[in-house]
């Protein structure tokens, strides 16, 4: 679905603009999924969607990180794979963030995250 402005890329499922957009990328850096945040997080809005990349969908995701099934469709990783495999092939300090905003804003430039960050995941 595409707002009336026209702009695909800042509609979000709850029907408000999107503020932020987080990309999970594979080693090879192919987005595999994404979070968007909504611009109205807080009031009246949960705030948060995950999707994957579709091509089948008129834009071009599917705003559900699971399939048909109700199976995982994609494979959980890291915010910032690339970079943080880079880290530890160079033999850096990596922080590992609970939230992706604190990856973004964190005195480190080598930090990362996983999606839904405060459930314990098994990377």
Same mark, same amino acid.
Request: positive net charge; hydrophobic residues 30%; glycine residues 2%.
């Given at each position: 679905m595409v707002k009336p402005n026209g702009n695909a890329d800042l509609w979000m499922p709850c029907g408000h603009d999107k503020a932020a957009e987080y990309l999970y990328r594979d080693h090879d850096g192919t987005v595999?999924?994404?979070?968007?945040?909504?611009r109205l997080k807080g009031n009246g809005c949960q705030g948060f969607q995950q999707w994957r990349p579709d091509?089948?969908?008129r834009s071009g995701r599917r705003w559900s990180l699971y399939g048909d099934d109700g199976r995982l469709a994609v494979k959980l990783v890291p915010y910032r794979l690339p970079e943080l495999l880079a880290a530890i092939r160079?033999?850096?300090?990596?922080m590992i963030c609970e939230s992706t !905003? =604190?990856?973004? +804003? /964190?005195?480190? !430039? =080598?930090?990362? +995250? /996983?999606?839904?960050?405060?459930?314990?995941?098994?990377?």
């Open positions: 595999l999924y994404g979070v968007a945040r909504c091509p089948s969908e160079e033999e850096r300090v990596v !905003s =604190r990856v973004l +804003t /964190s005195l480190s !430039s =080598r930090t990362a +995250t /996983s999606p839904a960050a405060s459930t314990p995941r098994r990377l």
